[in-house]
């Protein structure tokens, strides 16, 4: 059996443990004589599969009881505007940083909906290598909300400082480090991922809502995009991605008893991230592009300085099993996503990797 590292920025690795057992259990899930993938939503069965993997994740995410845990689909971009339609009914407006195409994205559906989608502050001068310096007093005090996407998955930055919001419900967009750190949940009126990254494959987008900001959509909000249909139903409205929740229960397990629990997670993310990082800072070659205080534990984009030096790299990296290192087609360069499933082993190969391709190019 071959399995490369692969430094997608999404859909990514799963860890090897989940893989095999969901390979186990393919053909008949405890006894059942079914797969998942085959199990009404309705049955017995397959609810003790989405309570169980809302347990562990209120568990694992120490999520107070007065946030609903929501199992949606869409991707996270529906909820761009689902978001806004459901929390955009009482002055309508709402603040906005903009650290990279997904908040911009975010920004420009919400504009559709709200009366006012104001941009606080922005790091698009200088390519979103920065997290941009807030200054409260420049805040919409009576906004809706205040959105921000806490990981840049394109960019490499991340929010290592929440802005000081007051009353205003803080969003964030958690795509790309939901499970990678420990979060303080009840700082935020709303918590969002696509799952595609740390938690199961593509298909499932989880939202944690605090309960006071469900029940106030506006009237065009389409029922699938009102919280409060899902939250009524036990995110049981309809179908929902029945596997995907299966193995984003099996994702969370394997973070509870084999790694044990988020703090130790993110002592291994940092670990990972580490060994990259002090090797670009000491590479004569390869060079991060983000501002090192802003620098993200999960996306790590670097350069060489030439383009063709970039493309030859990948290529070589690519026939020696280090699979999706080209950066984002916007920035170009390399990008290494290196997400909870990427073992620390994986990271010290690359870089050993590097080592051995500056030696040969220099
Ligand atoms: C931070 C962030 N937000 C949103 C998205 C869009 O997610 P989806 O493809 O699930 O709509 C992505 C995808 O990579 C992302 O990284």
């Known amino acids: 059996m071959k399995r490369v590292y692969n430094f997608s920025a999404g859909p990514s690795m799963l860890p090897q443990s989940v893989l095999e057992k969901a390979a186990a259990e393919m053909l008949d899930y405890e006894g059942s004589g079914q797969s998942v993938m085959e ?34 689909q869409g991707g996270a971009s529906t909820q761009f505007a689902a978001i806004p339609m459901n929390l955009g009914t009482g002055t309508g407006k709402a603040d906005f940083v903009l650290t990279g195409q997904w908040a911009t994205k975010a920004q420009k559906e919400a504009a559709r909906y709200l009366k006012s989608a104001n941009v606080v502050a922005s790091s698009k001068d200088k390519t979103f290598s920065y997290i941009p310096k807030l200054d409260p007093s420049t805040f919409t005090k009576d906004a809706d909300y205040f959105y921000i ?97 299966y193995i984003a229960k099996l994702v969370l397990e394997w973070i509870k008893n084999e790694i044990g629990g988020l703090a130790k997670m993110q002592e291994i993310n940092e670990k990972k991230a580490g060994i ?59 990008r290494a996503s290196i997400y ?23």
């Open 276 to 334: 990259l990082y002090s090797f670009l800072d000491s590479s004569s070659m390869f060079k991060g592009t983000v501002v090192p205080e802003d620098r993200s534990l999960m996306n790590v984009p670097f350069i060489t300085g030439s383009d063709e030096l970039d493309a030859k790299f990948v290529k070589e990296a690519t026939e020696n099993d280090f699979v999706n290192l080209k950066g984002h087609r916007s920035v170009g360069g390399m």
């Open 39 to 72: 199990m009404s939503h309705r049955s017995k069965i397959y609810g003790t599969i989405i309570e169980g993997a809302e347990a562990l994740l209120r568990e694992v995410m120490n999520i107070p009881d007065n946030y609903k845990v929501l199992f949606l």
């Open 149 to 245: 996407c806490m990981n840049n998955t394109i960019y490499g930055t991340v929010f290592h400082e929440l802005p000081e919001t007051g009353d205003v419900p803080l969003v964030a967009d958690i795509s790309s480090c939901i499970l990678s750190t420990p979060i303080d949940v009840s700082k935020f009126g709303i918590l969002y991922a696509g799952a595609q990254k740390n938690m199961a494959p593509a298909g499932l987008t989880i939202v944690i809502v605090r309960e006071d900001l469900i029940g106030h959509a506006m009237d065009i909000c389409p029922t699938m995009l009102n919280f409060q249909t899902h939250a009524d139903n036990g995110s049981m409205f309809n179908t929902p991605p029945c596997y995907t929740i």
């Open 340 to 362: 909870n499933a990427m073992p620390v082993e994986g990271v010290e190969k690359l870089v050993q990797f590097m080592k051995e391709f500056e030696a040969r190019n220099s």
